[in-house]
């Protein structure tokens, strides 16, 4: 099963080696998109120098070697050297039936990889900020995609559970109780409970006279020497903070619909065992060394202000471990353990530099083999009106689950007006569908490493390029089936593309198996986002200028139902490795 573009490229590739000769004939034959027919092969211009003839003169040899016959029923040259095809109607039928009988509408079966893709990642006992947003959600659609496409993902939530603050934490949380109002903070308002430990904490810090047992800063430091030490009491205690901590990631991440659970989580506190061996390691391989107390990696062409070499520091000069040997164990381990062939870091885009040397640590190091791909999927930040990073107004971060709560209310406002009919449940559960959907949608449709406002009222619009908008596709296509009583699932007519919205829907279903690897290999899910939208707009042109219950002839109301059907399938398909759900009704 291939594509039209698929298809046409080896007859291109074999007109142009009967025409200029065999050396051409894994030649690109540039094929583009086209207002004025189906494709544009623009190969000529490429060409034209290499063979020393004008693009006109190449064109018109490659059109008289091409065999288009029951392929094309125009073949033309135009303008400088392009040569403009319009597809056969009978042969894009017969594409889409194919994809039409296909359960997996098209999209190919790749050969399976290991892949690791490292996402979310917030931090035990904080609670989760728009920043956790686009990490989270762009992490899940590739995930899901990736999975679709036939991959084993390997989820790695490299949650923030170890380090300093948890001395902090555990004291505060043993002084307030683990059953009582304030550690319930943890699951309702981690945020809450965080500063609490941290105001008694500096409190403490700055009372006088310092420095007696009771204090509640010595005491803290106390309690992480115990931690680190491995203390069972003080692990217990640990565990519990981490639980409440879960209890509460889990409630925001069922509330965006991602595919996250325990099991998926790969904490810092997953590598604490290991970070001395990676010191020794690199150390004793001459990779590491000491610079002013701190075991370092200097890297050739890592250099900072006036030239300074900047240092990956593994080792603290007060022996704690970081960020950078942390990352070292995750790499080695997902290589070795895990078995990874690729291994996908969605992260923050100021992120680059550090991933990049920790990667080079690794390879040199000989964990790292070259046939391993890391991957930084770099993430944008989600900005305000004034074109800043997302705040309150009193400038702290956004809460994540502050801001679903207000997605779901905008979408709830919108089908109560629109839907008095519905029962209020049914209303709530299509609110929640619209809000998170609308949330989700607006920042998978733009480029992960770019920047986007948040603008709610756009977002939950019925209307543009939304969220809301695909789901009003998908429920509109559904209703049509209620009419008639039908099952879509059991929709197998022959197919006939005789208008030409029926051709421009039927042409744009084609592409979709393209697109969906497009994002497997460019982990770029707005490539999908874009191709779902173009594909509602046809689907919409479709609907309006083809009657489909009332067309005149029976074949036809049959052909145009399994269009139907077709499209949301694969609406449904795309919306669901986005992470969107896809409404009954709206």
Request: include cysteine.
């Amino acid at each position: 099963m291939v594509s039209p573009l698929v298809a046409l490229t080896p007859k291109v590739q074999s007109a142009i080696a009967a025409a200029l000769g065999d050396e051409f004939r894994d030649a690109d034959p540039v094929l583009r998109p086209s207002q004025f027919a189906d494709v544009q092969v623009n190969a000529a211009l490429a060409l034209a120098k290499k063979v020393g003839m004008p693009p006109r003169e190449v064109a018109a040899r490659i059109v008289d070697a091409l065999d288009l016959d029951g392929v094309c029923d125009t073949v033309e040259v135009s303008g400088p050297g392009f040569i403009n095809l319009t597809f056969a109607d009978a042969w894009l039928a017969s594409l889409l039936q194919d994809v039409e009988a296909d359960e997996r509408n098209g999209v190919p079966l790749q050969q399976s990889e290991n892949i690791p893709i490292d996402y979310s990642a917030p931090n035990v006992a904080k609670e989760m900020h728009v920043g956790h947003l686009r990490t989270t959600i762009v992490g899940d659609s590739l995930a899901r995609t990736l999975e679709h496409l036939g991959h084993n993902v390997i989820r790695q939530n490299h949650i923030g559970d170890w380090g300093t603050p948890f001395g902090m934490l555990i004291e505060h949380l043993l002084e307030v109780g683990e059953d009582s109002p304030e550690a319930e903070l943890l699951v309702t308002n981690p945020n809450a409970f965080y500063q609490a430990a941290r105001t008694k904490f500096d409190t403490a810090e700055k009372a006088e006279p310092h420095g007696s047992a009771g204090d509640f800063d010595v005491r803290s430091r106390a309690r992480v020497v115990k931690l680190q030490a491995g203390d069972p009491e003080t692990l217990k205690h640990w565990h519990d903070l981490v639980g409440m901590s879960k209890a509460y990631f889990n409630k925001v991440y069922s509330t965006l619909g991602v595919t996250l659970t325990d099991d998926d989580l790969a904490g810092e506190s997953t590598y604490n065992d290991h970070l001395a061996a990676i010191c020794d390691e690199l150390e004793s391989k001459g990779l590491a060394t000491m610079s002013d107390g701190a075991l370092c990696v200097f890297l050739e062409g890592y250099t900072g202000r006036e030239g300074k070499p900047v240092p990956l520091i593994i080792r603290k000069s007060d022996g704690g471990y970081n960020y950078g040997t942390t990352d070292l164990a995750t790499i080695r381990y997902r290589v070795s353990t895990l078995g990874a062939h690729r291994v996908l870091y969605v992260v923050g885009a100021p992120q680059a530099l550090h991933f990049s040397m920790v990667w080079e640590t690794a390879r040199r190091a000989g964990w790292l083999p070259d046939d391993v791909k890391p991957v930084h999927v770099q993430i944008g930040n989600v900005l305000g009106e004034d074109r800043k990073i997302l705040r309150t107004r009193s400038g702290a971060s956004l809460r994540l689950m502050a801001l679903l709560e207000e997605a779901v209310d905008k979408a709830q406002a919108l089908i109560d007006a629109n839907r008095p009919d519905l029962d209020d449940a049914t209303r709530a559960t299509i609110a929640r569908q619209i809000g998170i959907g609308a949330v989700k949608y607006a920042d998978l449709s733009v480029a992960h490493d770019s920047e986007y406002v948040f603008d709610l009222d756009r977002m939950v619009a019925l209307t543009g390029n939304t969220g809301p908008y695909l789901q009003y596709v998908v429920a509109r296509i559904r209703s049509i089936f209620r009419q008639v009583g039908l099952d879509p699932t059991a929709q197998h007519a022959p197919l006939l593309l005789g208008e030409t919205h029926e051709r421009a829907l039927g042409l744009h279903l084609l592409g979709f198996g393209d697109v969906v690897a497009e994002v497997g290999a460019t982990y770029e899910p707005h490539r999908l986002a874009a191709y779902l939208f173009e594909l509602a707009q046809a689907f919409s042109a479709f609907y309006e200028n083809c009657p489909v219950l009332k067309a005149e002839r029976d074949e036809v109301k049959e052909s145009r139902l399994t269009l139907c059907a077709l499209t949301l399938r694969v609406m449904t398909s795309g919306l669901d490795m986005l992470g969107l759900e896809s409404p009954d009704q709206m």
